[in-house]
């Protein structure tokens, strides 16, 4: 299934900014949330086709986000691409045992983020 929706969240305002820009060039329909409080009430709103997820943010984090999004029947069949600052490979192998499906570090290159999610297509 080809991805069509996708819902970013992060937050920074910069970032959301950047990432939905890059996203809607491509043709892709974005929502965006700024905590995992605001992510829930958007995934209630609307299934996105995948969501690219902050791992620093305030209140729950983004390896916690994404375990509790993956761990929920209704959600566990969106992939998640883990899109953070945090560039230590235990990072990485942390939010892949979160059930995220990849991970891209920033600043986000528009190439590699595309082929990730043509990837996931």
Known sequence: MPIQKVLVVDDSKTELMFLTDLLQKKGLSVKTAENAEDAFRRLAEEKPD????????????????????????LYADVPIIMCTSKNQETDRVWGMRQGARDYITKPVDAD?????????S
């Open 50 to 73: 995948l969501i690219l997820m902050d791992v620093v943010m305030p209140g729950q984090n983004g390896f916690q986000l994404t375990r509790a999004i993956t761990r929920d029947p």
């Open 112 to 120: 590699e983020l595309m082929a990730k999610i043509k990837a996931l």
